[in-house]
């Protein structure tokens, strides 16, 4: 046997697929359907869930690219210059927790005078650097900075205005941090 309904005994009918439903006050029309619209909610919830995760993680990334790709350049370019068997590690590794660290403390400071400016220049600098690297020729971004070059107007306005939005999400990201007890203690001005 293939599959499928289980064969006939001799003199048996077929059974007959029953494709309506006797009405009630929950289905009036007898429809075999009954809730096509909690199958279109469950599958709209799994594709606004994927889609949510899809922009959690776009939005972790962009982030954390200057947080974590500022330290990883520092200390790749202070290991490049060490000659020897484990002093480009030490030196690299160090390199990058002296800029982790320096970030973070920039990052985390809750009076606006300190807090604006720093996340300010984050987003001019992380949003200016990925034009740099997408408008400049190959080059290998470890041991040689890309060519400097002067944006046009338009390059200009996206720079500014993804500038402006990456603030944003940087300071409504950076909200709930500051506010944390070990953040308070690294803050310069209370």
């Known amino acids: 046997m293939m599959g499928g309904l289980p064969p006939l005994r001799p003199g048996e ?29 469950a599958a709209g919830k799994v594709i606004g869930g994927g ?3 899809l922009l959690v993680t776009v939005c972790v990334l962009l982030l954390l690219g200057p947080v974590l790709w500022g330290p990883s350049w ?3 370019r202070v290991a490049r210059f060490l000659s020897g068997p484990w002093q480009p590690w030490l030196a690299g590794v160090a390199a990058f927790v002296v800029v982790a660290v ?12 300190l807090r604006y400016p720093v996340v300010a220049l984050f987003a001019v600098l992380w949003v200016g650097g990925l034009w740099l690297e997408f408008n400049s020729p190959r080059h290998d971004w470890v ?15 996206l720079i500014v205005m993804g500038s402006i939005v990456y603030a944003g999400i940087y300071l409504l990201a950076l909200g709930p941090v500051v506010k ?3 953040a308070r203690r690294w803050q310069l001005i209370k």
């Open 13 to 41: 009918k077929p059974p007959r697929l029953q494709t309506v439903i006797a009405t009630s006050p929950e289905n009036p029309a007898g429809d075999p359907n009954i809730r096509p619209h909690e199958a279109g909610e």
């Open 51 to 53: 889609l949510g995760v």
């Open 74 to 76: 520092a200390g790749l």
């Open 102 to 113: 320096l970030q973070t403390w920039l990052l985390v400071q809750r009076h606006p005078a």
């Open 143 to 157: 041991t040689t900075a890309p060519t400097l070059q002067m944006p046009g107007p338009w390059s200009w306005v």
């Open 180 to 182: 944390s007890r070990w």
